[in-house]
């Protein structure tokens, strides 16, 4: 099975400052899809941005934006003049192209918003 | 926000009742799934469903059960809930898009 590893469990920024998200992840596939969704404390789980492995420019959403190198299977989230509103568990998935396709979660990155 | 509902949001329930915890989605969506998640805490996927009477466990060892009658509802049932059930509940859907489209989540209490 594919496994998605978040190796910061916390992370802090100061509002208006930019801050960057680690994920990687282990697959033998060359096609498949990444994501970074945000759950804000007791709200829903909302996508955030989405990346095609076979895309070879990075995915941007206005303040975030994503730094993917396939062949170090890395996949980082930066956030752009951050908000108290970015305040949030973050989690990295992965998803296969194939059928079947079963998604696999990280296990996340609360990030705290310093005002 | 995306069209998925979930049923109740908020439930404290005493030990050995039956509890069936809602989901539907207004999108179409073939694809369904159950995680459970503590607090602040990893998904855990329970339960997936790839259509109509289709479902499968997944990678967390439940002793909840599924079906899958209609595209639009996906329902979880505990046949006696105990306090290790105690957690949050979500459910999710997709399609081709790609992306899981999640539920606000089911926050379950067993005392």
């Known amino acids: 099975a594919q496994t998605v590893t978040q190796s910061q469990p916390e992370m802090s920024v100061q509002e208006a400052e930019t801050v960057t998200l680690s994920c990687t992840y282990d697959?033998?596939?060359?096609?498949?899809?990444l994501f970074w969704y945000k759950q804000p404390p007791s709200r829903q789980m909302i996508l955030v941005i989405r990346?095609?492995?076979?895309?070879?420019q990075n995915a941007t959403e206005n303040r975030f934006s994503v730094n993917f190198q396939k062949a170090a299977k890395s996949f980082s989230l930066k956030i752009s003049d951050s908000q108290l509103g970015d305040a949030a568990m973050y989690f990295c998935?992965?998803?296969?192209?194939?059928?079947?396709?079963?998604?696999?979660f990280g296990t996340g990155t609360s990030l705290t918003v310093i005002p | 926000e995306a069209d998925i509902y979930q049923t109740p949001r908020y439930l404290v329930i005493g030990t050995g009742k039956k509890i069936t915890l809602e989901c539907s989605q207004t999108?179409?969506?073939?694809?369904m799934y159950w995680y459970q998640q503590d607090p602040g805490m990893e998904l855990h996927l329970i339960h997936y469903?790839?259509?109509?009477?289709?479902?499968e466990k997944g990678d967390l060892s439940s002793e909840s059960t599924v079906s899958r009658i209609r595209t639009e509802h996906f329902p979880l049932t505990l046949e006696s809930a105990r306090p290790s059930h105690t957690s949050q509940y979500l459910c999710?859907?997709?399609?081709?898009?790609?992306?899981?489209?999640f539920g606000p989540g089911t926050r379950l209490t067993v005392t």
């Open positions: 999710a859907s997709s399609y081709i898009s790609y992306e899981q489209y």
């Open positions: 697959t033998s596939e060359s096609d498949y899809y």
């Open positions: 990346q095609e492995a076979y895309k070879q």
């Open positions: 998935a992965y998803r296969s192209a194939m059928a079947g396709n079963q998604f696999y």
């Open positions: 999108m179409g969506h073939d694809k």
């Open positions: 469903s790839y259509g109509v009477n289709s479902t």
